[in-house]
Structures are given as structure tokens and as C-alpha cells.
């Protein structure tokens, strides 16, 4: 069964350092995501990416935050210079379509020291 | 994937019996619900699906109910196992957008 995977699975980060977690969707998809989870909360949106644009960012997403696909087949998250409140799961996902399931990866566990 | 610190709601259900997990939605504009399964350590997991054009649809061992009127939506597990245990979280979509509100979860603990 296709999967969204991601890397790193873990990664601690000192304070202000840059952060690319890295995602490869589901192959057929075209539409991407990334949502974050601190310990203890719900799962929260953070960006939507179709035809090589953001389509929808939260207020989360700030400048801090950014997203490329640079090539077919991988979608990347980078936070520039991470925060202590930047500790979180991390997930991917991805979409065949508007309106159509949102299949997500097991996460990347960020932690910012 | 873990919800420590996080007040979820508690359902403690023998195994073999049903689970019913339910959920309120507030946006009367959503028209797709999803509900998933999360594992501690895990990513969201997709269980089953419905469109506001629905109010039941069953998949295997699991069926979603729809009531838009009173905007609820829940998650009938038949013959719950072991494996079941988990959080589970109802999520919906906004019409003509592709973002997930996800609700706050309910952890379901089966006992052997």
C-alpha cells in the first residue's frame, strides 16, 4: 500500500539553528501538507501546496516557515531558525485531490534545546 | 502521537464489545469528515470517510454516522480488539478547501 514517508524520524536542534524535514508523498498525489503536533494537543494545519504554490497557509505558518518541492518527488518543510515553542511531531501529507482522503506519514519528532 | 497533558475523554470498553465514539463539528460549511486513528508515536491514520451528501456509511468493522442537523458525527467500532486501542480523531474539510480542523480526540483503552 503507498505510503507517505519522512525524515528524520527524530531530530534535536539547538535554539536559532535551520531545520529541513524532509517528506516524499504518495506518487499519484498532487496536493501536499504539512501539519504539527505539540506534545499533548490536537493535530494542527500548517500548509497546503498544489501546482508548485502554498494554497493555504495558518497563522502558524509565518515567515519562519517555508516549503519547496525540489524535484518529482520530495516536499520539504524548513524552519529557519527554530524556536523552543518549534518542538513538535511534524507530519506530512498528501492528497490525489481537492476533496479526496489526506493520507499523512508517521511524523518527524522535532526538539528544539 | 502522544497525549499527555491533553484532557481526552476516556472510553474503556471490553473486548469484543462496541465502541461508539462521538464528535461535534461547528462548521455547518464542512462537507467532508474524515475519521482517523493515532497510535502513540504514530501519524494519523485514515479509517473511514463521509460526504455531507451522507449520513452512514460502514466500512469494515467501523460505520460513520452524519446527524447535520445537530452537527454531530460519530464512530461505531464493532467488536472492538485489542488493536483498537488508540486515539481517535474526527477531522473535517471545509467546502472547496483541502484544510483539516481536527477535533480534540478520544482515547479508547480495550480491555483484555
Known amino acids: 500500500e503507498p505510503e507517505v514517508t519522512q525524515t528524520p524520524s527524530h531530530q534535536v536542534t539547538q535554539m536559532g539553528q535551520e531545520v529541513i524535514l524532509r517528506c516524499v508523498p504518495i506518487?499519484?498525489?498532487?496536493?501536499f501538507y504539512w501539519y504539527r503536533q505539540i506534545l499533548g494537543q490536537k493535530v494542527e494545519f500548517l500548509v497546503s501546496?498544489?501546482?508548485?504554490?502554498?494554497?493555504?497557509k495558518s497563522e502558524i505558518f509565518d515567515d519562519q516557515f517555508s516549503v519547496e518541492r525540489p524535484d518529482g518527488s520530495n516536499f520539504t518543510l524548513k524552519i529557519r531558525s527554530t524556536k523552543l515553542e518549534d518542538s513538535a511531531m511534524y507530519f506530512c501529507?498528501?492528497?490525489?485531490?481537492?476533496?479526496?482522503?489526506?493520507?499523512f506519514g508517521e511524523g518527524s519528532w522535532l526538539t528544539v534545546v | 502521537g502522544e497525549s499527555v497533558g491533553l484532557h481526552l475523554p476516556t472510553l474503556s470498553v471490553q473486548e469484543g464489545d462496541n465502541s461508539i465514539i462521538n464528535c461535534a463539528y461547528s462548521n455547518s460549511a464542512s462537507d467532508y469528515f474524515i475519521w482517523y486513528k493515532q497510535e502513540s508515536g504514530k501519524g494519523p491514520q485514515f479509517i473511514i470517510d463521509?460526504?455531507?451528501?451522507?449520513d452512514k456509511r460502514q466500512g469494515q468493522r467501523v460505520t460513520v454516522l452524519l446527524n447535520k442537523t445537530v452537527k454531530h458525527l460519530s464512530l461505531q467500532i464493532a467488536a472492538t480488539q485489542p488493536g483498537d486501542s488508540a486515539v481517535y480523531f474526527c477531522a473535517e474539510i471545509k467546502a472547496a478547501g483541502n484544510k483539516l480542523t481536527f477535533g480534540g480526540g478520544t482515547r479508547v483503552l480495550v480491555k483484555p
Open positions: 463521509i460526504r455531507s451528501n451522507m
Open positions: 501546496f498544489y501546482n508548485n504554490e502554498i494554497s493555504e
Open positions: 506518487s499519484n498525489h498532487l496536493y
Open positions: 501529507a498528501s492528497s490525489r485531490g481537492e476533496g479526496n482522503t489526506i493520507y
